[in-house]
């Protein structure tokens, strides 16, 4: 038996849109329908994703509500600032999906200080994994319609420390995250910066000291996992590769703590997850081997003379970054079984 | 209903060995037997594959004819020398697929020069695709318990000017063929070319000047695709990137065809194919829409000027050059549907 | 003593203007004058060209002819079709160096084919070790006002040839050449095949089939070196690294003629060249061993199966391909010593 | 006229002995005599080193005191523990210049603890900029024949932190440092983890922990700096170039510092200083920018949300994290201008 699942995808042409697509692929139930995007509308969609055979000679559509409408789900892969517009005119029965920021937030002054311009609202939150107050994030998703898939930086800061936060092995007033970043997180936009010139053989910063749109969001899931008066220093950089995160983050070992209480705690919380994985002691992350696949690796240890534990996460950031996400909520909010279609093999060398 | 198939895997902690299990994961009827290697016999394979998360905690066992025994299917990934031995102590009905050198070339003779020591025989040719006498080399395949893996290079090279060959509209007496090439090619020994601080920002050649081992490899399949009297110069040349080969192969436009004619010819040879495919006019390949994917995109054009054909194909060395080629072909000796359990889309960017 | 050389730079923002800033201030004569560009005047340089860290705090100004008007050497890095308009408007006795394709090719026929638009005429052309029919290009170029310096593809394919057409011992009616090819060479304008994100990991061909506009200008040189009839297949390839060209050029072997004398033509033709290096029988040329310098580093076998002879050569195409070529060239024309300021040594790894 | 300094180099084929060699040659007063390694000796430089152009002929000898001997400065670019046994072994009256850790701490303490085994002595620190007590260390070292290099991460991290350890505005006692490092950093060792299809398209972390034996020498040098207490978490993490440093620090602001005073405390450290560069305020360092040349480019701003200061350096591990910093104060100890001979131009797109 073939349980359809229509499925349009709106900014397909881009990079989300585009592992979107890929990722949803492999799940047995998906149909797509409407692919749409604006500038491309009209084109063969293989002209802008050579790599999905499958789909390239499908025809991209103009982005309207129209040929959103009549979908079981619709993914928008879109700027921040453009979804809610667009999901306010999609039926309330229909499941959207936000891969963009629009949703993300509860608080509409952390929105309007990093963000700007009017919130949107909050949407249920896609990242099964984030520890609540009293379970997870992924009990909240049985039965929605709106999803707000988290973003990449965030879903690979907040899986690495909450398990710290929530066993309160930390001190959650004093985290530094430092991030190496894969260009395709920045999008398919086109500015110097990104060049392949500009990035080939060179590491570079961006969105330093305070001001990266990710840390509300991180902030928002620490203080769900239990911390209390989050202060967090946050800064990303970019390296030469296409995809993948690797996040070093650190926080002062809480007062009186072992460092088998620390290591009890990440196995606690990660021991029955499908997708988050504590590697064996030693054995630390690379960004390689969660290259196309759902997980998220993690390992962690205890600095004595530093006073601080040290976490080292990878993900992918457009499968759990993202895709994956948005599948595994999807999944979740439809009443599937959370881990259907999605991938657990990384893609390595 | 399924159809178990046990597969075990000689050379596990590999590059070839690992892309194995990453490949043959995927596959609806396969059942991991034992996971075997030398040097790393004992260790959990997670250790040196940690890109395979179902896998990670499986112990990597000894390569011996005993534990590759009792298995369905066993494939070789071990380096060229050493498959023939392994091989000869395994019963005949099981399945041996050997992904190495070994049991490719028809001639002891081209084996003596091009290897040296003595040649362990000629196993039928795992390359569905190619084209023969009076069909394919898929027709060659249902039944046979011993498969030879093609070489990565030589796929690239076959699968671009073959059509061609077959259709009499270029010249096989003067081909050259370019390679770029991706670093897994050259497997996990260490040697000084290629580590990274070398391979980073670099483009060198290697093999050059007629002696690389895949050339009569490419000579037996033009020569099974209809030429007479091939002649190749054959170049590859690594370049940053892991996985990935683009082969630029140009040969003398036949006398007195067309452009139109050409572009029949390829058109014809892949339109059925289900992992070869011919981009549509003015699109070229690049190898990030192969990554991870048993696909190979190929594009053709005549350069009136030069008098030649240009062709540009573009594979992952790894699957469809490797192990995409190998499940490939045991989906047809077993008489499975040849496309079970692979990969057509790619993971990019 | 110090004879000061007045320098203006148009064009100063790009990748090509800022690397003639790079070498040129390694010359001990040089002072430069005016940085000028469009779009980013009124800025400091620093802030396109950080690594420039002397000049980091000059203004550049717009590129207009009183701007660039009153220095001994303008050097002109802009997009083809543009340079001629500016150079028309420079006094004669001013040496103008273009860095662009205006001024290279003899042929207007040519130029209409190739570039289109009107052909800005022929300036003695900026290869110092052209073989020509009487010597060398280095001896036209004393005296000169004006400089079109070659292109860089241009010069990786005619320094691995030449030699073999000067002395006959390739026949030149049907030459092969296929490069792989750092990022810089397409400039730092905004696309998005030359984003990061498409470029890390990844090959991929451009200008293929006989379209690419740097064919007609390795015929001319070819043709000055002694060839007729030349024809050529030429294809660059992308690959992951911002710099560097390895071009792998094939060409028939003439009739009758053995190894020996292949290495002797090229051994003889580049024993005294300062620049141009033939490698020790059996060393491969990379393209990290001219990172930064001046240099060509050139290897030559013949493959007696293929019948073909093999030559390999590597480049910085912004140095000895563009920038590099421009200084040496400016040297020969105001009668200093060729080598002056020039860097031999690579930046490896 | 020309003052000639006889150079020898012991580890000439390495990675850092090929770039003392390169760096060294832009001096105007060097002359290279020995040229040494152990299992490369007999060698042709140029098989090693084919970037070297202008010594590619010259033979490699024996690394043996005798060999040494009679120059007036002897480069020591060898693995930790054997460069103390060798430098034992030259006369008092020779500059011997080592580029290992060997005599780079004052503590024999930190040296059994992070290295193990017994502790050849202490010389004097080859950082010029390093803040001291009562000046810099570049007026230890006037007259010294011994010099000991710092080690590569260290010059990152000191040089971005030290202005604001010794003004005082920041918080010595809870510093976190986060790399991205070239892979060049780990020498030309054969490792599984060093190979090309391992860092290509990866990021990994090394040393994590508090173990890397870089952390007590930081520690030192922000002691000398002014900081009492200092407390360091330190994570260093590869990523796929070849060379290059770029650090992330961040130490809390100390308690009524203004973000005026913090600027002006890294402004007044580095306002004279020839390579250590502090950036207009919104620009951030790329490494892209100090490759080749012996610049640390830093920024700081004040994350006042998190009540860090954030700074990020970019240097080039192999000059000014090695060999520009022995050329430097190779200068100094002779007498000569500091700057004699080093290059503040970084080879960049």
Known sequence: MHMAISVAVSG??????????????EHPDVDFGALAAHSTAGDALGLHQPHLRTLADRTIVETSPENLAGHDVVVLALPHGTSGQIAAQLPPETLVIDCGAD???????AWAEYYGGEHSGTW??????????DGHQRDNLPGTTRIAVPGCNVTAVTLALQPGIAAGVVDPTDIVAVLANGYSGAGKKLATNLLASEGLGAASPYGVGGVHRHIPEI??????AGGEDIRLSF?????????????TVTAPLASGVSA????AAWERAYADEPFVHLLPEGQWPTT???????????????????????????????VKGTAGAALQSMNLALGLPETTGLQTLGVAP
């Open 12 to 25: 397909a042409s881009g990079y989300v849109g585009g592992e979107v697509l890929r990722v949803f692929s």
């Open 103 to 109: 949703h993300r937030l509860a608080s509409a002054e």
């Open 124 to 133: 249920p939150y896609g990242m099964p994994e984030l520890i609540t107050g």
């Open 219 to 224: 902030v928002q899931n620490l203080t769900s």
């Open 235 to 247: 800064t990303p950089t970019l390296v030469p590769m296409a995809r993948g995160i690797l996040a």
């Open 260 to 263: 088998d209480e620390v290591r």
């Open 288 to 318: 390689a081997a969660t290259l196309g696949a759902n997980t998220c690796l993690v390992q962690v240890t205890v600095d004595q003379k530093a006073g601080r534990v040290v976490v080292i996460s990878a993900i992918d950031n457009l």
